[in-house]
């Protein structure tokens, strides 16, 4: 789709439709999970696994959701897997035991590993590389900022006023919507090669290794980050991932071309993703647990009170690639990480008889626009310079480590808070946990800000000069 194409900022609209719907879902979940505990007699961990179910299919099949997409055609991927995310809420919503609804969280999670990478692949196909790009991507990356914040405001009211399996139904006509415009806004794309193969051995090596290390990072904070369990998962990973490396260097048509991992810029950029991720995810749970459970707020009051830091992380998307353009991504990238680490350090003082104005509020001021500023100059390194044949893959990866180092900083502050929470006086103990939280989002920051520096740095890219447009336009117009 070229830059004449009329229909590109409507495709774009849809696209960040779906966007919106996955990150909707993930996140509502989490303020339902105690009605939904209730309503099916499922105990704290077999809850745990409403959202393990779904982060587990999500985060492992990310990279063969998006090589299916450029193989078989990404409109038709993206449309198969609207029908199965819509079907399986719609199974969700009528789950009539705890194994049903776990067992259809399994099949939402696979149906977003194939919409978000497509979704995110169709983007970079319908928008040429440089500000009109950069610009899409902000507006992409918005999206999820304002699916976070209808999460935080309408997930306590529908599980009050209709039950918790409304927060699952609510998807079914947007997908329907989805489905019908597809065919109308989107082209269809896919890679041009004869022969179509999807690398069985690669594709089993990298699911089993993205599986087993979002298992261990899930399961850490209950099964303790040195059990057998743990370190085995981690051993599991690195071995698979390095077979996985060998057979990609050997297939003569990769599930993902090594020029990719080898790339600085691309791995780099994925690396400051990933602790971007555990940050954003981190500190939400956190910030979550300290405002429900220590200040008593109500699910609503929260979502309310909260809506700074989205709001902000939308904001700083659309500053994020305006500067990305000038200044290039290593800039932007620690500029976020630097608001995002600042932010964490002033939540990391929370007393006990907090206040959100005075406590949290500035916090969550600067938080939110170094997310988003970090969010959309890690995606533009990461995809700045991936051909056509490779977007799907490429956005596969983009989206898999964001989640998954969105399941590792949720881990990670879970044993945080588990080990330094003490003393005789209840909430007294929990803030003393929730600080060392924080305290472990500002590291994360900081080890992300090292990468940024380090795999970043080079050449400022720049979009396509100004003067040559006209010519360039005008030989299409003729062709």
């Given amino acids: 789709m070229t830059a004449t194409d009329s229909r590109r900022w409507y495709a774009l609209g849809l696209l960040c439709v779906a966007g919106f719907m996955v990150i909707l879902d993930a996140q509502i979940v989490l303020l339902a999970l105690p009605s939904i505990a209730d309503g099916l007699g499922l105990s704290a961990s077999g809850a745990q696994w409403v959202m393990s179910a779904y982060l587990l299919s999500f985060g492992g099949l990310l990279l063969l959701g998006g090589r299916t997409a450029d193989l078989l055609g990404r409109r038709r991927v993206f449309m198969t897997g609207t029908l199965l995310f819509g079907l399986s809420s719609l199974l969700c919503g009528f789950a009539w035991t705890a194994g049903i609804l776990v067992a259809a969280r399994a099949v939402q999670g696979v149906s977003a590993a194939v919409m978000a990478p497509t979704a995110l692949s169709i983007l970079l196909n319908t928008f040429e590389e ?224 907090g206040s959100f104005v005075r406590d949290l509020f500035p916090g969550l001021l600067l938080f939110g626009p170094g997310l988003g500023a970090c969010a959309v100059a890690g995606s533009i390194a990461a995809l700045t310079g991936v051909g056509e044949r490779e977007s799907g893959v490429a956005s596969g990866m983009n989206t898999a480590a964001f989640q998954i180092g969105g399941a590792f900083g949720v881990a990670v502050v879970t044993s945080v808070v588990v080990s330094y929470t003490s003393g005789p006086e209840r909430l007294a103990a929990l803030t003393a946990g929730y600080q060392a939280a924080f305290a472990a989002c500002l590291v994360l920051a900081a080890v992300g800000t090292a990468c940024a520096l380090v795999f970043l740095r080079g050449p400022r890219r720049q979009p396509t000069p100004p003067a040559p447009e006209p010519v360039v336009t005008k030989r299409r117009v003729r062709s």
């Avoid at 707020?297 to 009170?305: E, H, M, Q, R, V």
């Avoid at 690639?321 to 200044?327: F, G, N, P, S, Y």
């Fill in 130 to 353: 440089g500000h009109e790009r950069n610009k899409a991507l902000a507006i992409w990356s918005g999206s999820g900022g304002f699916g976070a914040t209808a999460a935080l405001l309408i997930g306590g009211p529908v599980t009050g006023a209709l039950g918790w399996q409304w927060i699952f139904f609510l998807n079914v006509p947007v997908s329907v919507l989805l489905l019908v415009l597809s065919p109308i806004l989107l082209r269809e794309s896919r890679t041009e090669e004869r022969a179509r193969s999807y690398d069985p051995a690669g594709a089993l090596t990298a699911t089993g290794a993205l599986v087993a290390c979002v298992y261990a990072v899930v399961e850490a904070p209950r099964a303790g980050w040195l059990s057998a369990q743990t370190t085995g998962l981690l051993v599991a990973t690195v071995a698979l991932a390095l077979l996985f490396t060998r057979i990609e260097a050997r297939s003569s048509a990769p599930l993902v071309p090594l020029r990719l991992l080898r790339s600085r810029s691309v791995s780099g950029a994925n690396l400051v993703v990933f602790l971007l991720g555990a940050c954003a995810f981190g500190m939400s749970y956190t910030l979550s647990q300290y405002g429900q459970g220590v200040l008593g707020y109500s699910p609503l009051a929260f979502g309310l009170a909260n809506v700074v830091m989205p709001v902000g992380a939308v904001v700083g998307s659309y500053a994020g690639q305006a500067l990305v353009t000038r200044i290039g991504a290593c800039p932007v990238a620690v500029g976020g990480l630097a608001l995002v680490g600042v932010g964490s350090l002033l939540l990391a003082g929370i007393p006990v008889d």
